[in-house]
């Protein structure tokens, strides 16, 4: 399969051109390194503005999108030990969260002295909603660029309750841990509005709605509560604009107690439901669905093309997978990319 000479992206992702040389457009229109680093020490700079402003208020300052996952355990640390914040954790329960990473979540909230709440949907409705999102075109082409149409619905659901914690309780700063290749650089530090989580909250029910109706109402900020709230919170997402290395981090999350699990896929320190994600999209769209957050990693230095490649050869576990397939009730189908 021919692929970037640059960075990962495969002749089957949407839309890619190369050029002469065997370069995307992508990594065409990357900015220099310099023009890079400026950009990130100015979000760190308004972060930091942030932060300082956070720490005067009463109550917590920093609602934090939590997988157990090595990423969003050291923006935990980040958060509470580096900017002093007052942390509030949550997790999104899916059904698939790892043993090894419930156990690392326990011990990383007793060292780290931090507030965690746990919330678990009903798993009949979340079934329901992951079949779905393998079996229709419950998002379009563009939402599949960067992930599943199963971490497409799973990240609605964690969105949502996260939200709708933080205006409840006016936290200020809502932060997740996506690494430099998940997220824009440019949305990296977000001042939201009522009008933007309207916007964003009517994409994110739709497609669940379309298969359960009402029942994830709950999760979602109701629309008096977007009416009646007199600040909305921020969007942060440090990893995006702080230098550092996975090494660094997984270092600093050890001395906190976390271990790497054995049970989940090479791209999840988390989720048992990600390996059979990727697996399925990439039977169903052709290439793998971090492969664009790979190459954006390779783009920006954190990673080498041939880490990158090696990640994305390595496959989930066959019993993991078979595990998850079981607990969804489904079956290949005799036709490729399908399941019953």
Not at 74 to 84: P, Q, V
Not at 156 to 178: F, Q
Not at 183 to 198: D, G, H, K, Y
Request: hydrophobic share 40%; charged share 25%; proline share 7%.
């Amino acid at each position: 399969m021919k692929r970037c000479t640059r960075c990962v992206l495969p002749e089957t992702f949407p839309g890619i051109q190369f050029d002469g040389n065997g370069m995307c457009q992508y990594c065409r229109r990357t900015p220099p390194p310099e023009q890079r680093a400026r950009q990130r020490a100015r979000l760190r700079e308004r972060f930091e503005e942030l932060a300082d402003r956070t720490r005067a208020r009463p109550g917590f300052h920093a609602l934090m999108g939590w997988s157990g996952g090595k990423d969003s355990t050291y923006t935990l640390w980040l958060l509470k030990e580096r900017y002093g914040l007052r942390v509030l954790a949550f997790t999104f329960d899916n059904g698939f969260v790892s043993p090894a990473a419930f156990k690392n979540m326990r011990v990383v909230a007793e060292n780290l002295k931090i507030d965690h709440i746990i919330v678990k949907p009903p798993f009949e409705m979340l079934r329901k909603i992951f079949v779905a999102s393998i079996r229709s075109d419950m998002y379009p082409l563009r939402a599949l660029e960067r992930a599943s149409g199963v971490c497409n619905a799973c990240m609605s659901l964690a969105k949502g309750i996260g939200l709708r914690m933080a205006l409840t309780r006016a936290i200020p700063l809502v932060v997740y841990g996506w690494s430099p290749g998940q997220i824009p650089l440019a949305s990296a530090v977000l001042r939201t509005n009522r009008r933007m989580l309207e916007a964003f909250l009517e994409t994110a029910r739709m497609p669940l709605e379309s298969v359960v109706g009402k029942q994830t109402a709950p999760y979602f900020p109701p629309e008096r509560l977007l009416k009646t709230v007199e600040s909305f919170p921020y969007l942060v997402s440090p990893l995006a604009f702080i230098e550092y290395t996975e090494e660094e981090a997984i270092r600093r999350i050890r001395q906190l107690g976390w271990e790497s699990p054995k049970d989940t896929d090479p791209n999840s320190t988390n989720c048992l439901l990600n390996g059979f994600a990727c697996r399925v999209h990439q039977e169903q769209m052709g290439f793998h669905p971090y492969v664009m957050e790979l190459a954006g990693l390779v783009r920006e230095g954190y990673m080498t093309r041939e880490e990158a490649l090696a990640r994305l050869e390595e496959e989930a576990a066959p019993e993991v997978v078979a595990a998850v397939m079981a607990k969804l009730r489904l079956v290949p189908a005799l036709r490729g990319g399908t399941y019953l």
